[in-house]
Antibody
Framework: VQLVQSGAEVKKPGESLKISCRGS????????IGWVRQVPGKGLESVGI????????RYSPSFQGRVTISVDKSINTAYLRWSSLKASDTAMYFC?????????????WGQGTLVTVSS | DIEMTQSPSSLSASVGDRVTMTCRAS??????LNWYQQKPGKVPTLLIY???TLQSGVPSRFTGSGSGTDFTLTITNLQPDDFATYYC?????????FGGGTKVEIK
């Protein structure tokens, strides 16, 4: 199982951004794919998850309306998009995999994508 | 939204010690509680899920217990490789919220 994320990004406030996560080594559509944020020196925060089979998406309340999670199951890739970045979006973003059975954890993690937002 | 609170936020221990940390949920999560380990600059890894089930490959010195709102992670015979930050996470709701972490440092 591998989750391979796109590279580090440096952006200015107000710019848009889309980062990606490509899954391999497993049946991509049979697991949730999600994103976890970690601000430098701080803890983990769940952003949201998406089901590749039907694009059913669930956002954590703190991130609802602030980011968009999408997926292209034809290329086994999930995305996290911002339409207008803020300095407070500066963080490491991890892609995660979660089995579809209720209650199960994130069992595989990508290497992380560092997003830096600075004027 | 379910809030997860971990205590202590940090602790100091020596190799060979037994350490215990706790995680409390703001409402019942039944046994849908997971523990992750993160070393500095590294990706988190899953240690325990469903409150007490060890992920494949995780040493048996890690033990999880609890149900409802109160959970515990215990490490017996602490090893040098165990100095890290530990996070709990509820998977009862799709907000999948994490606790703030407990950092285990070398005494």
């Amino acid at each position: 199982v591998q989750l391979v994320q796109s590279g580090a990004e440096v952006k200015k406030p107000g710019e848009s951004l889309k980062i990606s996560c490509r899954g391999s080594g497993y049946s991509f559509s049979t697991y949730w794919i999600g994103w976890v944020r970690q601000v430098p020196g701080k803890g983990l925060e769940s952003v949201g998850i998406i089901s590749p089979s039907d694009s059913d998406t669930r956002y954590s309340p703190s991130f609802q309306g602030r980011v968009t999670i999408s997926v292209d199951k034809s290329i086994n890739t999930a995305y996290l998009r911002w339409s207008s970045l803020k300095a407070s979006d500066t963080a490491m973003y991890f892609c995660v995999r979660r089995p579809r059975k209720d209650g199960l954890p994130f069992d595989s993690w990508g290497q992380g994508t560092l997003v830096t937002v600075s004027s | 939204d379910i809030e997860m609170t971990q205590s202590p936020s940090s602790l100091s221990a020596s190799v060979g010690d037994r350490v215990t940390m706790t995680c409390r949920a703001s409402q019942s999560v039944r046994t849908y509680l997971n523990w992750y380990q993160q070393k500095p600059g590294k990706v988190p890894t899953l240690l325990i899920y469903s409150a007490s089930t060890l992920q494949s490959g995780v040493p048996s010195r890690f033990t999880g217990s609890g149900s409802g709102t109160d959970f515990t992670l215990t490490i017996t015979n602490l090893q040098p490789d165990d100095f890290a930050t530990y996070y709990c996470q509820q998977s009862y709701t799709n907000s999948l919220s994490f606790g703030g972490g407990t950092k285990v440092e070398i005494k």
